[in-house]
């Protein structure tokens, strides 16, 4: 898919927290790219930095946190550095949200139509009764029955799943360009995920909206994104085209991560892989690789120097396996 003209394009971001032990990297130079239309899978263990990285896209990283370096432009147009107060207008009728848990989004105070109608008459010009005829219309779209009748009741009304369609209906309010996907089906079951899956990958084809969905789970990134990002102590290990990726890891970690997930092809005898070790915290990353300690292909460089992401066939893996420069060492076991 052509990234040519992406609709979001973010470059070396860094988002650090300062504490009194000091400042930690959350998020240490980072750079990636999506277009219309496409959904990228971001994937990492607890504590990769996923969902700091879609916090500091749409401008929710709250101090002691700080965006410390790089850019986040949004077709074309910078947004890292803009006030809070523009910021605000973009987040919502430009980039839309989508929490785990649909609670945290939804107001249980105040009726289904009170929320939509709000948000479209926030950021559109629509009147009170054509606004009512949007929401409607949404909540029809994201598959919620009898929506008409629906649209009154309150967020503790609806089932888990159904409270998800609700506030992706809320997050398509505005036509968004960018929608940004935080673990979206992890409170819900395996069967309403894929019905929320599926939703997603429909949406995005159809509005031609670019989603970043934030997920731990790699059934859910093979099921639903176009390219997928794997992410290890705040940096990219690996991103490339989600089936290559799946099925030709290239980074240590992706591979581990890929020959964690259980297969019906394979012999039910055969053992999963296990990535021994654990992620480091902010405090202690290592020097070099920040996966050295846990790698089965580490050698000296790889202990002292930080690998930058390389080219190689659709993928940018950042790994000194990969680099064709002669100072490489010899492996260690």
Same mark, same amino acid.
């Given at each position: 898919?052509?990234?040519?003209?992406?609709?979001?394009? &973010?470059?070396?971001?860094?988002?650090?927290?300062?504490?009194?032990?000091?400042?930690?990297?959350?998020?240490?130079?980072?750079?990636?790219?999506?277009?219309?239309?496409?959904?990228?899978?971001? *994937?990492?263990?607890?504590?990769?930095?996923?969902?700091?990285?879609?916090?500091? &896209?749409?401008?929710?990283?709250?101090?002691?946190?700080?965006?410390?370096?790089?850019?986040?432009?949004?077709?074309g147009?910078?947004?890292?550095?803009?006030?809070?107060?523009?910021?605000?207008r973009?987040?919502?009728?430009?980039?839309? #949200?989508? $929490?785990?848990?649909?609670?945290?989004?939804?107001?249980?105070?105040?009726?289904?139509? @009170?929320?939509?109608?709000?948000?479209? !008459?926030?950021?559109?010009?629509?009147?009170?009764?054509?606004? !009512?005829?949007?929401?409607?219309?949404?909540?029809?779209?994201?598959?919620?029955?009898?929506?008409?009748?629906?649209?009154?009741?309150?967020?503790?009304?609806?089932?888990?799943?159904?409270?998800?369609? &609700?506030?992706?209906?809320?997050?398509?309010? +505005?036509?968004?360009?960018?929608?940004?996907?935080?673990?979206?089906?992890?409170?819900?079951?395996?069967?309403?995920?894929?019905?929320?899956?599926?939703?997603?990958?429909?949406?995005?084809? @159809?509005?031609?909206?670019?989603? #970043?969905? *934030?997920?731990?789970?790699?059934?859910?990134?093979?099921?639903? +994104?176009?390219?997928?990002?794997?992410?290890? +102590?705040?940096?990219?290990?690996?991103?490339?085209?989600?089936?290559?990726?799946?099925?030709?890891?290239?980074?240590?970690y992706?591979?581990?991560? #890929?020959?964690a997930?259980?297969?019906?092809?394979?012999?039910?005898? @055969?053992?999963?892989?296990?990535?021994?070790?654990?992620?480091?915290?902010?405090?202690?990353?290592?020097?070099?690789?920040? $996966?050295?300690?846990?790698?089965?292909?580490?050698?000296?460089?790889?202990?002292?120097? !930080?690998?930058?992401?390389?080219?190689?066939?659709?993928?940018?893996?950042?790994?000194?396996?990969?680099d064709q420069?002669p100072?490489?060492?010899?492996?260690?076991?």
């Open positions: 898919m052509s990234v040519l003209h992406p609709v979001l394009s &973010v470059r070396d971001l860094r988002v650090e927290f300062v504490t009194r032990r000091g400042i930690l990297k959350a998020i240490d130079g980072i750079s990636f790219d999506i277009a219309k239309g496409e959904v990228l899978g971001v *994937v990492g263990e607890s504590g990769a930095g996923k969902s700091v990285t879609g916090s500091a &896209v749409i401008g929710l990283i709250d101090p002691p946190g700080r965006i410390a370096g790089g850019e986040i432009h949004l077709s147009m910078r947004i890292d550095n803009l006030p809070p107060e523009e910021m605000r973009v987040r919502g009728k430009r980039i839309g #949200m989508i $929490f785990q848990d649909p609670l945290t989004s939804l107001n249980p105070l105040y009726r289904v139509s @009170e929320q939509l109608i709000e948000t479209i !008459r926030t950021h559109t010009n629509l009147s009170a009764s054509a606004a !009512r005829k949007r929401a409607i219309d949404l909540l029809a779209e994201v598959g919620i029955p009898a929506p008409d009748k629906r649209i009154d009741s309150y967020p503790h009304e609806f089932s888990g799943g159904m409270r998800q369609r &609700v506030v992706i209906a809320l997050a398509l309010c +505005a036509e968004p360009e960018l929608i940004i996907a935080d673990e979206p089906t992890t409170a819900l079951d395996v069967s309403v995920q894929a019905q929320i899956i599926s939703l997603l990958k429909r949406l995005g084809r @159809e509005h031609g909206t670019a989603i #970043m969905l *934030v997920t731990h789970d790699m059934g859910v990134i093979a099921e639903t +994104a176009d390219r997928v990002a794997v992410m290890y +102590a705040g940096r990219i290990a690996e991103i490339g085209p989600v089936r290559d990726v799946v099925q030709n890891p290239l980074h240590p992706a591979k581990g991560l #890929m020959g997930i259980p297969s019906l092809e394979n012999d039910s005898s @055969e053992r999963l892989v296990q990535i021994p070790g654990s992620m480091p915290r902010l405090s202690a990353i290592p020097p070099g690789c920040p $996966f050295n300690p846990r790698c089965p292909n580490v050698f000296d460089r790889c202990r002292v120097e !930080r690998p930058d992401p390389i080219q190689h066939s659709e993928h940018r893996v950042a790994c000194h396996l990969y420069s100072v490489r060492s010899e492996a260690v076991a």
